[in-house]
Structure formats: structure tokens, C-alpha cells
């Protein structure tokens, strides 16, 4: 507190001068506070002065606060010059909850200080200050002072062509297109009332997957595009609708401008998929950040009603409904798939589940936001947003890049609205590139021989053979197949020389056995085999993998184990 009371004080001083020092004829207008109301700088404590008896203040100060104006207007001018000063305190530099967040909430809380005051003033007094006091008014008046967008080379352009009260709506060109789906689904309408729209931005610069192509467009070692699987493991039966925001550029070059491929990667997704109407939202330019993405997708594919806003890059279970909320994990021990904690959201929760603060690459809590945001209403969240753009130009902060958590947390602040944890399961992490690979590393296609590796080694025609009902199976082997097969990520591909007309006494045998399986090649040469296989920044050498074992040995265990 005291360093912050210094560089406060400082500022002051540099800006206008020693304010308690001065007298009245030599501050330089506008003035940090009136004469007649007294600042303890350090104690942050603030009071009128009605008597030399009150405070330990000069008689001459004393004199010249009874000559001015009323009370009103003192804590008007005080108000006016103090906002006056935090917008224009340039020297913070540092996490966007400084350049941004601070500023902002000084000026809702002295507009709402403002506001009540308004309450106890007549309509004469209210005009007569209005003009003294107006947000807008006094960064136009600071302008050339404090370091806004105009004088910023490394601002960011709200909008090519902005609303006329200054809010930086989005009004990009953007196409829409959609899968065709009907909304009459079995004879009932798809769309009731109190479903969900979700909405994927992926038009990102994957600046964590360093060559390569966008991230939503990698290929899951399940088949789908990482953007389709994001969406694997909802409850999508509350779901009206799905709708996705992408670049043209990235159309074009990764996709051969053909939205309709990609509309098929979905319905070739998730079964659900199917039968939900899914639109793709083209933008035509990069965006400033997230937020711009989703305002464009919003209002170009006129989506209305509660929404719920998902990461491209992760995958998790929660329930989806119009409520606002966020979808949250906590961190806890012995949690592997969590990569860089600092980078993501986080939340304070009261012990209700309620979230009392938000803030992105700031850990607050052992909570953190999993890329799931659910809002009531896309309309105002729309309205939210414009709101944040017209605190980025008030506050000068239109270099910061704005995050869902910073709309939720603007709501909470100036709207008061409650927002919820929404509990959440299954949490995949692919938010950058090492943490994409280590997940992919889960995965695994395993070809496994019968005779000697499953079943103690026999032939075609001499006793014991493959005519045997069953065969003497190698019990550790099987087990540890049957491990890996129960995690959901090892598809297996049996490999034998017996020929297809012993398939049906093979696959009896192994059913039989407990032997896990997906499919199995009949045939094959009795030789060595050789496993050929490309690899790629997608999926990294060594691509493939061999396993030798002993003739009739049981230790796969210890020789394969992911």
C-alpha cells in the first residue's frame, strides 16, 4: 500500500503539481482536488472540510474552501479530476487486469458515486454539473494527455466501420453457411425454447502449433478434425444448434474453400451431429481477439437465446443449459493432462458454487476455467460486449486484447449478474502443441500375432493344432490387452498365418479366451514381418513401433506399457 501511495502521489505531483502544497491561484487547471476537500494520500481517506477544527489544515486553505462553490460541485470537480487522473496514469505497465481492469472499475465506481449523487441534486444543480461531469467529456478534454488509441501506432481498430455512439459493434462481411438440417426432427420441433446455441471460435492464429496448420483442423487419432471432437463429449440433447466461426484465409488454403467438407467432418462426428443444424460463419479478416470472433458470429448467423461458448482446442462433459456459468475443474493431485497452468483462466468460488472473481493468466484459485462459457442470452451478451469496447475507449486500453472472462467478469461487475460454476468431467487438454502430442502419444493401434504371442504356439496339422476348440492361452499377455482395450484408446488388429477358412474356429477360440480384438488378418506369410509407416509433424517419428517376444512368452506387460 505504501508503494502504491507513493506512485500515486507522484503521479499527482508530476501531473499538476504538489497538490497540498499549492495554493489555489497556482494549481494548473484541471486541478487533482478542490481546496476545500482533504485527502489523507496514505490512508486514502477523503472528507469535506467544514472547520480548521476537523483536520489539521492551514487557516489560509480553510478560508479559501468556505469562498467555494456548494458541496456538490466540490465532489463533482473531485470526482471528475480524480478519474481524470486514472485514465491517464500511463506509467502502469503490466497485466491487462491493470492497464484494463483497474481502470475500468474506477470509472463504474465513480460513475456509480456519481449517479447517487445526481439523486440529491435538482434538476437546475444537475444540468449545471452535467456538463462538468461526463466520462466521454473528459477523455475528449485528456486526449492529447493520455495514450489512446489515436496516438497509439500499437492500438488495435475496434471496427472498420464502428456505430456512431462509439461502442465498435463488429460489422464485418462475414457468410454464413449451413448443413441443411431440418429442425422438425421424429415430428417435434428441434428449436424449443431454453435451448442452447453453441458457438466455436476457430478462427485463431494457433500461435502454439508453430508450423502447422490451424489447430482446429488436425486430424484426432479417432478420425475427427480436433474442431468436431471438441464437441465429442457434451450432452448436445439440449443443443438447437451449433454454429462455428473460421477465417476465410484458412478456408481457402486448408480447406479448397469448400465450407461443405467441412459441414460433412461434423455429421461424420459426434452421432448427434447429424441431426443438429450446424452453420459455418466465414470471416473475412483476422479479428482482434476472441471476443471480436464471437461478436461476429453472433450477429451474422443471428443467433438468438441462451448460448454456450466452447474452446476448439479441449474436450470435456457438462451439462449444457440457458443459465450463465462456467464451465470449471479444480486442480487437484495426480492431475496429468493439464498443461502450463498459468496460461489459462481462473476463478474464486464462494462455498455455494458461486464464482466471485474471474481473471485470465492470473491464478486465483486452484480453479480454473476449462474454455466453456455459458451466457442466458446472445443479445446481451452482444450488448455486453459493446459495453467493453466503450470502457476500452473511455479507459484508452483499446491495445489490450479482450477474453471471454473478461465479458463474464465486466457482467458481474456492472450488471450484477450472478454467474455459476458449471461442474465438469473428462477434461482433455490440447491448448498447445505438447500438449496435443502427449495426448495423441494415448492413442495406439496395436497388430498382434495368435499362435506364440495369445495362445502357446501350435500348427495346422500335427497334434496339438488349430483344430482344438481352445487353445493354452498366455494369461498375462491377454490380461494386460485387455487393460489397454478397457481405456478407450487401443484399437487391436490380430495378425496370423491361418488362413481365412479357420476363421470362424479362431474367433470362437478367442471370444472364448477373453482375447479383446477389433479385427484380424488372416494369411499372412510365416516370415518376418515388416511395419511400414509415414511420419509427419501430425504424428512424430518414430511412427511406428516393434515389440519382439519370446516364443510362448507372457511378458507384454513389461515390454508395452502407455
Given at each position: 500500500?505504501?508503494?502504491?501511495?507513493?506512485?500515486?502521489?507522484?503521479?499527482?505531483?508530476?501531473?499538476?503539481?504538489?497538490?497540498?502544497?499549492?495554493?489555489?491561484?497556482?494549481?494548473?487547471?484541471?486541478?487533482?482536488?478542490?481546496?476545500?476537500?482533504?485527502?489523507?494520500?496514505?490512508?486514502?481517506?477523503?472528507?469535506?472540510?467544514?472547520?480548521?477544527?476537523?483536520?489539521?489544515?492551514?487557516?489560509?486553505?480553510?478560508?479559501?474552501?468556505?469562498?467555494?462553490?456548494?458541496?456538490?460541485?466540490?465532489?463533482?470537480?473531485?470526482?471528475?479530476?480524480?478519474?481524470?487522473?486514472?485514465?491517464?496514469?500511463d506509467v502502469i505497465e503490466g497485466p491487462k487486469q491493470s492497464r484494463f481492469r483497474g481502470r475500468i472499475t474506477t470509472v463504474i465506481a465513480v460513475e456509480g458515486i456519481w449517479d447517487r449523487l445526481k439523486g440529491a441534486l435538482d434538476e437546475r444543480a444537475k444540468g449545471l454539473l452535467e456538463e462538468r461531469w461526463s466520462s466521454e467529456n473528459l477523455v475528449r478534454q485528456k486526449q492529447e494527455r493520455i495514450s489512446g488509441a489515436a496516438q497509439n501506432p500499437n492500438s488495435v481498430k475496434l471496427s472498420s466501420d464502428a456505430t456512431a455512439d462509439g461502442t465498435g459493434k463488429v460489422r464485418q462481411v462475414a457468410e454464413a453457411f449451413d448443413n441443411g438440417t431440418h429442425v422438425q426432427m421424429n415430428g417435434n420441433a428441434r428449436h424449443l425454447d431454453g435451448q442452447v446455441t453453441i458457438v466455436v471460435p476457430a478462427a485463431g492464429r494457433s500461435s502454439r502449433f508453430p508450423g502447422h496448420k490451424p489447430k482446429w483442423l488436425l486430424t484426432q487419432p479417432n478420425g475427427c478434425l480436433m474442431v468436431v471432437d471438441?464437441?465429442?463429449?457434451?450432452?448436445?440433447?439440449?443443443?438447437?444448434?451449433?454454429?462455428?466461426?473460421?477465417?476465410?484465409?484458412?478456408?481457402?488454403?486448408?480447406?479448397?474453400?469448400?465450407?461443405?467438407?467441412?459441414?460433412?467432418?461434423?455429421?461424420?462426428?459426434?452421432?448427434?451431429?447429424?441431426?443438429?443444424?450446424?452453420?459455418?460463419?466465414?470471416?473475412?479478416?483476422?479479428?482482434?481477439?476472441?471476443?471480436?470472433?464471437?461478436?461476429?458470429?453472433?450477429?451474422?448467423?443471428?443467433?438468438?437465446?441462451?448460448?454456450?461458448?466452447?474452446?476448439?482446442?479441449?474436450?470435456?462433459?457438462?451439462?449444457?443449459?440457458?443459465?450463465?456459468?462456467?464451465?470449471?475443474?479444480?486442480?487437484?493431485?495426480?492431475?496429468?493432462?493439464?498443461?502450463?497452468?498459468?496460461?489459462?483462466?481462473?476463478?474464486?468460488?464462494?462455498?455455494?458454487?458461486?464464482?466471485?472473481?474471474?481473471?485470465?493468466?492470473?491464478?486465483?484459485?486452484?480453479?480454473?476455467?476449462?474454455?466453456?462459457?455459458?451466457?442466458?442470452?446472445?443479445?446481451?451478451?452482444?450488448?455486453?460486449?459493446?459495453?467493453?469496447?466503450?470502457?476500452?475507449?473511455?479507459?484508452?486500453?483499446?491495445?489490450?486484447?479482450?477474453?471471454?472472462?473478461?465479458?463474464?467478469?465486466?457482467?458481474?461487475?456492472?450488471?450484477?449478474?450472478?454467474?455459476?460454476?458449471?461442474?465438469?468431467?473428462?477434461?482433455?487438454?490440447?491448448?498447445?502443441?505438447?500438449?496435443?502430442?502427449?495426448?495423441?502419444?494415448?492413442?495406439?493401434?496395436?497388430?498382434?500375432?495368435?499362435?506364440?504371442?495369445?495362445?502357446?504356439?501350435?500348427?495346422?496339422?500335427?497334434?496339438?493344432?488349430?483344430?482344438?476348440?481352445?487353445?493354452?492361452?498366455?494369461?498375462?499377455?491377454?490380461?494386460?490387452?485387455?487393460?489397454?482395450?478397457?481405456?478407450?484408446?487401443?484399437?487391436?488388429?490380430?495378425?496370423?498365418?491361418?488362413?481365412?477358412?479357420?476363421?470362424?474356429?479362431?474367433?470362437?477360440?478367442?471370444?472364448?479366451?477373453?482375447?479383446?480384438?477389433?479385427?484380424?488378418?488372416?494369411?499372412?506369410?510365416?516370415?518376418?514381418?515388416?511395419?511400414?509407416?509415414?511420419?509427419?509433424?501430425?504424428?512424430?517419428?518414430?511412427?511406428?513401433?516393434?515389440?519382439?517376444?519370446?516364443?510362448?512368452?507372457?511378458?507384454?506387460?513389461?515390454?508395452?506399457?502407455?
Amino acid at each position: 500500500m505504501d508503494a502504491v501511495s507513493a506512485h500515486f502521489l507522484q503521479l499527482v505531483r508530476d501531473s499538476y503539481g504538489d497538490p497540498l502544497l499549492m495554493d489555489d491561484d497556482e494549481k494548473r487547471v484541471p486541478f487533482y482536488h478542490p481546496s476545500s476537500l482533504f485527502i489523507d494520500l496514505s490512508s486514502r481517506y477523503v472528507s469535506l472540510i467544514h472547520s480548521t477544527k476537523d483536520m489539521a489544515v492551514p487557516e489560509h486553505q480553510f478560508a479559501a474552501a468556505a469562498n467555494k462553490a456548494d458541496v456538490f460541485t466540490v465532489i463533482a470537480t473531485f470526482l471528475a479530476d480524480f478519474l481524470n487522473l486514472a485514465l491517464g496514469d500511463d506509467v502502469i505497465e503490466g497485466p491487462k487486469q491493470s492497464r484494463f481492469r483497474g481502470r475500468i472499475t474506477t470509472v463504474i465506481a465513480v460513475e456509480g458515486i456519481w449517479d447517487r449523487l445526481k439523486g440529491a441534486l435538482d434538476e437546475r444543480a444537475k444540468g449545471l454539473l452535467e456538463e462538468r461531469w461526463s466520462s466521454e467529456n473528459l477523455v475528449r478534454q485528456k486526449q492529447e494527455r493520455i495514450s489512446g488509441a489515436a496516438q497509439n501506432p500499437n492500438s488495435v481498430k475496434l471496427s472498420s466501420d464502428a456505430t456512431a455512439d462509439g461502442t465498435g459493434k463488429v460489422r464485418q462481411v462475414a457468410e454464413a453457411f449451413d448443413n441443411g438440417t431440418h429442425v422438425q426432427m421424429n415430428g417435434n420441433a428441434r428449436h424449443l425454447d431454453g435451448q442452447v446455441t453453441i458457438v466455436v471460435p476457430a478462427a485463431g492464429r494457433s500461435s502454439r502449433f508453430p508450423g502447422h496448420k490451424p489447430k482446429w483442423l488436425l486430424t484426432q487419432p479417432n478420425g475427427c478434425l480436433m474442431v468436431v471432437d471438441a464437441l465429442g463429449a457434451l450432452d448436445l440433447s439440449s443443443v438447437s444448434r451449433v454454429v462455428v466461426g473460421i477465417l476465410k484465409d484458412h478456408l481457402v488454403r486448408y480447406c479448397g474453400n469448400d465450407a461443405n467438407a467441412l459441414l460433412k467432418a461434423f455429421e461424420d462426428g459426434n452421432a448427434q451431429l447429424k441431426e443438429i443444424p450446424i452453420s459455418i460463419v466465414v470471416i473475412p479478416e483476422e479479428t482482434i481477439d476472441q471476443v471480436q470472433t464471437i461478436e461476429c458470429i453472433l450477429d451474422t448467423a443471428k443467433v438468438t437465446g441462451p448460448i454456450f461458448l466452447k474452446d476448439c482446442d479441449n474436450q470435456f462433459s457438462c451439462s449444457l443449459m440457458a443459465q450463465n456459468g462456467v464451465a470449471t475443474l479444480e486442480i487437484t493431485q495426480g492431475m496429468q493432462s493439464v498443461s502450463i497452468p498459468a496460461s489459462k483462466s481462473y476463478v474464486s468460488l464462494s462455498s455455494a458454487g458461486a464464482i466471485t472473481n474471474i481473471a485470465e493468466k492470473v491464478i486465483l484459485s486452484n480453479t480454473f476455467c476449462l474454455g466453456g462459457y455459458s451466457f442466458r442470452s446472445a443479445s446481451e451478451t452482444l450488448n455486453s460486449i459493446c459495453s467493453a469496447r466503450r470502457y476500452q475507449k473511455l479507459t484508452s486500453t483499446t491495445n489490450v486484447e479482450l477474453s471471454v472472462s473478461d465479458i463474464v467478469w465486466l457482467k458481474m461487475l456492472e450488471e450484477q449478474v450472478s454467474f455459476v460454476s458449471i461442474p465438469s468431467i473428462g477434461y482433455e487438454d490440447w491448448g498447445t502443441l505438447e500438449a496435443w502430442n502427449a495426448y495423441t502419444r494415448t492413442w495406439k493401434t496395436l497388430f498382434c500375432d495368435i499362435d506364440g504371442t495369445l495362445f502357446k504356439n501350435t500348427g495346422q496339422y500335427f497334434t496339438p493344432n488349430w483344430t482344438h476348440d481352445s487353445g493354452v492361452i498366455l494369461p498375462s499377455t491377454i490380461k494386460h490387452l485387455q487393460t489397454l482395450r478397457a481405456r478407450g484408446r487401443t484399437q487391436i488388429i490380430l495378425t496370423t498365418t491361418r488362413p481365412e477358412s479357420f476363421a470362424k474356429l479362431t474367433e470362437r477360440q478367442l471370444k472364448a479366451s477373453g482375447v479383446p480384438f477389433d479385427r484380424i488378418c488372416y494369411g499372412l506369410y510365416h516370415c518376418q514381418r515388416v511395419l511400414i509407416n509415414d511420419w509427419a509433424k501430425t504424428n512424430p517419428f518414430p511412427s511406428a513401433l516393434a515389440v519382439n517376444l519370446q516364443r510362448n512368452g507372457d511378458e507384454l506387460r513389461e515390454m508395452l506399457d502407455y
